[in-house]
């Protein structure tokens, strides 16, 4: 039993002193899903632009909202 007791505490050692490695590695990782991402979301809106009927749709859009906000800040 003391033996398994051993084998145990020094995997549990060894994990423990390899977090700090492996945080690091998983911030990495994280950066690296951020990028995919904006990517991704550059791409959409490029495609969306580029289509005339949702690019005319958000130019719309945009310009009733600004100009609501507008009215509404001016009375």
């Given amino acids: 039993m003391s033996t398994l007791t051993m084998i145990s505490q020094f995997v549990f ?3 423990y002193c390899q ?3 492996r945080a690091r590695k998983q ?6 899903e951020y990028i995919v991402l904006a990517a991704a979301l550059i791409i959409i809106i490029g495609v ?7 690019s005319d749709a ?5 310009s009733d909202l600004f100009s609501d ?3 509404t800040s001016g009375t």
């Fill in 13 to 15: 050692a060894r994990l």
């Fill in 27 to 32: 911030r990495g990782a994280s950066a690296l």
């Fill in 69 to 71: 906000a507008s009215d």
């Fill in 48 to 54: 969306l632009a580029t289509n005339d009927t949702v």
């Fill in 19 to 21: 977090l700090p490695g």
């Fill in 58 to 62: 958000l130019e719309t859009a945009f």
